[in-house]
């Protein structure tokens, strides 16, 4: 796994976001057998895309979407091996999968873009997700429904036993009735390698932010317990949260592991670093 975009929401270039980083959301997972795969497209998909056409061993690659709010396409439009000659399969589970070309199409409008999705030389296709196990390569992919405003899904990936799983823009408490129960996240989540999940908000914010579809820091960490997780990662991180905050806020919940006597490794994630399962 790579880290090209860690933050919620909308860009948050400068000084205190440089550690952690400023991009929104993209992440790349790589298979043994150099499968190449994309979760969500946003600003951190444009280095990423620049790092293919420079190191690319294959013209194959996998787009996955989570939910098509702004911070997760916003970066398609200047991912340069659309412009090359590479094969694109977009995944995503309905509804997203009803309208996502649409959406994409309609972001380069030329009201909003000088190129239109049309004038895209890569060969694009679009497959839509229903069924739990799908292969790709080695891996098995499977889906889980969020609890987020205008729909999002979380992905889950088994390759040789270890097991990867994505979640982002996810409110794992919602205080109406939710899509998905704590307890079947807690059942996706289970005995997960590496556990990436939506850390937008501190428990203190939740009340004024209720209903918007993102995790507290808390929420998360007691996700990971229960879900007997090895490495968590704090992910989607608020725009204005610096580097500073964060660092403190995990280094608090690394002293509660400790005093719990918790055999789990937390982090934030961090953009530009890999981490090998």
């Known amino acids: 796994m790579r880290f090209w975009g860690t933050r919620g929401t909308i860009p948050a270039p400068g000084q205190e976001t440089i550690k952690y980083g400023g991009n929104t959301t993209c992440v790349e997972l790589v298979l043994k057998d150099g499968t190449l795969a ?5 600003t951190g998909i444009k ?5 293919i056409i420079k190191n690319h061993k294959s013209n194959v690659i996998h787009l996955f979407f989570t939910h098509t709010h702004w ?3 916003q970066g398609f439009p200047l991912f340069s091996p659309a412009y090359a000659d ?36 890569a060969n694009i296709s679009f497959q839509e997700i229903v069924a739990q ?13 969020n609890n987020h405003p205008g729909n999002a899904h979380g992905f889950r990936i088994i390759e040789d036993g270890k097991r990867v799983v994505f979640i982002t823009d996810n409110e794992l408490l919602p205080e109406e009735k939710s899509k998905t129960s704590w307890v079947e996240f807690v059942d996706f989540c289970k ?9 937008h908000y501190l428990q203190q914010e939740m009340a004024k932010t209720a209903g918007f579809g993102h995790s507290s820091y808390e929420q998360v960490f007691n996700l990971g317990i229960e879900a007997n997780v090895k490495h968590l990662l704090f992910f989607h991180h608020e725009p204005d949260r610096t580097d500073k905050q964060i660092e403190s806020i995990v280094q608090n919940y690394r002293i509660k592991i400790s005093k719990m006597k918790l055999n789990m490794k937390l982090d934030a994630a961090t953009e530009g670093l890999n981490y090998i399962v």
Do not use: W
């Not at 994309?38 to 946003?42: L, N, Y």
């Not at 196990?133 to 429904?145: A, C, D, P, Y």
């Open 38 to 42: 994309i979760f969500d497209a946003g």
């Open 47 to 51: 280095k990423l895309g620049q790092n």
């Open 71 to 73: 911070d997760h396409i």
């Open 86 to 121: 590479f094969k694109i399969r977009i995944y995503s589970c309905p509804p997203t999968f009803n309208y996502i070309k649409q959406i994409l199409t309609d972001q380069m409008d030329s009201r909003y873009f000088p190129v239109k999705f049309e004038q895209l030389k």
């Open 133 to 145: 196990n799908n292969q790709l390569s080695n891996g098995t992919f499977s889906f889980i429904t």
């Open 191 to 199: 005995d997960a390698d590496l556990l990436i999940h939506d850390a």
